[in-house]
């Protein structure tokens, strides 16, 4: 099946820094969605992107639907302690309503 | 987005136990979905919740294993059977966003077995 590798796998980072991470695929997707999750939660949505090229904002958080379809980049900009969490990418599988999550990219900033 | 609740939130079960884990939604949706989360894992899909049908698993999880009803559209259960400590995990649901291709995830079931 379609599989969706995420680097990295882990950033330790201070506050303040800029953060970047990537999602990518062998396979074409139609959608790339972004989820947070922090200790003890559900994954929480953050951005969807529909659209190849497709750039979206969300407060401090960006993310680009590239160009191939075959990846996606999650941006976050000046950094705070709440935004230490695991980052999952994922994607619709197959066209079908069934998500498929990269292994997720874990985030601790630093205060 | 829908306002997604879970029962338990956690529990500690010995192994050959059973345990249902309950996902009720504010909302009537149309589709809802359970995952696993094996300890620092991502999620896997374990099966589709159907209202006023079978569900529909995923490859390597079976009905014995995992039975799930779909009463209703804001409701569905999720049972861990037979458990061993193989089966600790994090057990969530979730709903479709409607049109989006999206999910909303409840805040998930922390299952230890001993």
């Known amino acids: 099946g379609q599989q969706l590798n995420q680097s990295p796998q882990s950033m330790f980072i201070q506050e303040g820094e800029d953060v970047s991470m990537n999602c990518t695929s062998s396979?074409?997707?139609?959608?790339w969605l972004w989820y947070k999750q922090e200790p003890g939660e559900g994954p929480v949505l953050l951005i969807a992107l529909y659209k190849a090229g497709e750039l979206t904002s969300n407060g401090r958080l960006t993310a680009q639907f590239g160009i191939t379809r075959k990846d996606s980049f999650l941006n976050i900009s000046a950094s705070i302690p709440s935004d230490v969490g695991i980052y999952f990418c994922?994607?619709?599988?197959?066209?079908?309503?069934?998500?498929?999550f990269g292994k997720g990219t874990k985030l601790t900033v630093n205060p | 987005s829908a306002v997604i609740s879970q029962k338990p939130s956690r529990d500690i079960c010995q192994r050959g136990t059973s345990l249902t884990i309950q996902c009720q939604v504010d909302?009537?949706?149309?589709?809802m979905f359970w995952y696993r989360q094996q300890p620092g894992q991502s999620l896997t899909l374990i099966a589709t919740?159907?209202?006023?049908?079978?569900?529909?698993?995923e490859s390597g999880f079976v009905i014995d294993k995992f039975p799930i009803s779909r009463p209703n559209l804001t409701f569905s259960t999720l049972t861990v059977s037979n458990m061993s400590p193989e089966d600790s995990s994090i057990y969530l649901c979730?709903?479709?966003?409607?049109?989006?291709?999206?999910?909303?995830f409840g805040p998930g079931t922390r299952l230890l077995v001993l």
């Open positions: 396979s074409i997707f139609n959608t």
């Open positions: 919740a159907n209202q006023g049908s079978e569900a529909t698993y």
């Open positions: 979730s709903v479709d966003g409607g049109t989006q291709e999206t999910q909303y």
């Open positions: 994922a994607g619709p599988q197959g066209g079908s309503e069934k998500l498929v």
């Open positions: 909302s009537q949706v149309t589709m």
